[in-house]
């Protein structure tokens, strides 16, 4: 008789799945016990991937989600936190990578696949700003402001002090709603002017102001918020 864990086959055959071009049909919590094998070789994994995403709702969540929340889950270690971290970051670098190939204006669902895999799942507001020389490439990638929840403060002259030492010529600011709505609120509308009127008076351009929600983005210069 095989006295084998019955788990061992399915974990073969859920690895041969993947890897014969499958990934596209299986759901969040397969790809789930494949990033759990990493950190449990032994153990059954589809219980654990179950109650992650019962817990946080999705895959993109799951590995997003703060060290101390999934050290809450039972079976949930170290090792596993260190797992989804890295295969987030690897996700964040891929997209990265991708954008900075062009000119951010010529490869811009580059550009918000980046944000989006960078930004949309934080639980506080982040402002990153794109700083672009003079053929719209980046010069830096940063993130000047970290606020509360659903506020993140912003000083205009700051940016454009920002965008003059490294001699930018344009930028982009990028800032999340962890709510998941990227709506601009008001506070959203009137820093946007604030900021366009500061880069403006050092002769640089904003080309965009862009929200970040989950599964979505809300471009300020093609919704007519920016002239």
């Excluded at 992650?52 to 060290?67: E, T």
């Excluded at 999934?70 to 295969?87: C, D, N, P, R, W």
């Excluded at 700003?129 to 980046?138: P, S």
């Excluded at 009127?197 to 599964?215: F, L, P, S, T, Y």
């Amino acid at each position: 008789m095989d006295d084998k864990p019955h788990h061992l086959g399915h974990r073969q055959r859920l690895r041969d799945r993947f890897m014969n071009g499958g990934s596209d049909s299986m759901p969040d919590y397969e790809i789930l016990e494949l990033l759990l094998f990493q950190a449990h070789p032994r153990a059954d994994m589809k219980p654990l991937a179950k109650r992650l995403i019962n817990r946080f709702g999705s895959l993109a969540d799951v590995i997003s989600a703060p060290r101390d929340r999934l050290l809450e889950i039972k079976g949930v270690g170290e090792s596993t936190v260190t797992v989804f971290k890295i295969a987030r970051e690897t996700g964040i670098r891929l997209t990265k990578a991708k954008a900075l190939e062009k000119p951010i204006i010529s490869s811009w669902s580059a550009l918000i696949d980046y944000c989006s895999a960078s930004m949309a799942y934080q639980s506080i507001e982040q402002l990153r700003v794109l700083f672009l020389d003079k053929r719209n490439r980046i010069i830096a990638d940063e993130i000047l402001q970290e606020g509360s929840v659903d506020h993140t403060p912003v000083y205009p002259r700051q940016v454009a002090k920002r965008a003059l030492a490294l001699d930018a010529t344009a930028l982009i600011l990028v800032h999340n709603h962890p709510s998941g709505d990227p709506e601009p609120s008001k506070p959203d509308i009137e820093m946007t002017k604030l900021v366009v009127a500061a880069a403006k008076a050092c002769e640089i351009v904003v080309h965009d102001h862009v929200i970040i929600g989950r599964g979505s983005h809300f471009s300020m210069r093609s919704q007519g918020y920016m002239d």
